[in-house]
């Protein structure tokens, strides 16, 4: 399973860093993903990283603010979410990759940018 | 990037009925299509992939069609647990992109 952690509310221009703890699959064979929803809004996918961390890509809307990492000793990913916006707010979800589907997500954590 | 488009984007229909969900992408993707179900406070679950692959647990009266640029999905009795919004996705390209939603509700 997947468990996001480390939401809440948080004014422009600051930062926060999400946590998804995997567990019960072989995390470091997996690239993991970050999609979020803002509220009354659709799915809107932010970032991958391959499974050894060697390839990340990005959403034009977070390239240069939000960078995603993992820890496979601990079977951990993250995302550092900095120069938050009022548009970031969003329920971010982690979610595992098969072959460019994402066929395991969590239950996702609520960020609110607000001042 | 590849635009989804989802229609319709609400859909009420009773239990029993066949109901179909279309997707169009704004170039070819060939077949790589996923479907996901998404209630509210819980995971989002994936439904099919590869267009109309059904994913291991998923039940038989969940069906995906179509190539290119025209897909469906179909529920062919909808049960009282297939409420939700239901979204297309292409992984044809970066950036992933998904479709608007249909929120699907049971009269």
């Known amino acids: 399973q997947l468990v996001e952690s480390g939401g809440g509310v948080v004014q422009p221009g600051r930062s926060l860093r999400l946590s998804c703890a995997a567990s019960g699959f072989p995390f470091s064979s997996f690239a993991m993903h970050w999609v979020r929803q803002a509220p009354g809004k659709g799915l809107d996918w932010v970032t991958l990283?391959?499974?050894?961390?060697?390839?990340?890509y990005y959403a034009d809307s977070v390239r240069g603010r939000f960078t995603i990492s993992r820890d496979n000793s601990e079977n951990m990913l993250f995302l550092q979410m900095n120069s938050l916006r009022p548009e970031d707010t969003a329920v971010y979800y982690c979610?595992?990759?098969?072959?460019?589907?994402?066929?395991?997500w969590g239950q996702g954590t609520l960020v609110t940018v607000s001042s | 990037d590849i635009q989804m488009t989802q229609s319709p984007s609400t859909l009420s229909a009773s239990v029993g009925d066949r109901i179909t969900i279309t997707c169009r992408a704004s170039q070819t993707i060939r077949s790589w299509l996923a479907w996901y179900q998404h209630k509210p406070g819980i995971a989002p679950k994936l439904l099919i992939y590869e267009a109309s692959t059904l994913q291991s647990g998923v039940p038989s009266r969940f069906s995906g069609s179509g190539s290119g640029t025209e897909f469906t999905l179909t529920i062919s009795s909808l049960q009282p647990d297939d409420f939700g919004t239901y979204y297309c996705q292409q992984y044809h390209t970066y950036p992933l992109t998904f479709g608007g939603g249909t929120k699907v509700a049971i009269k």
């Open positions: 979610a595992r990759e098969d072959a460019d589907y994402l066929d395991l």
């Open positions: 990283i391959s499974y050894d961390a060697s390839n990340k």
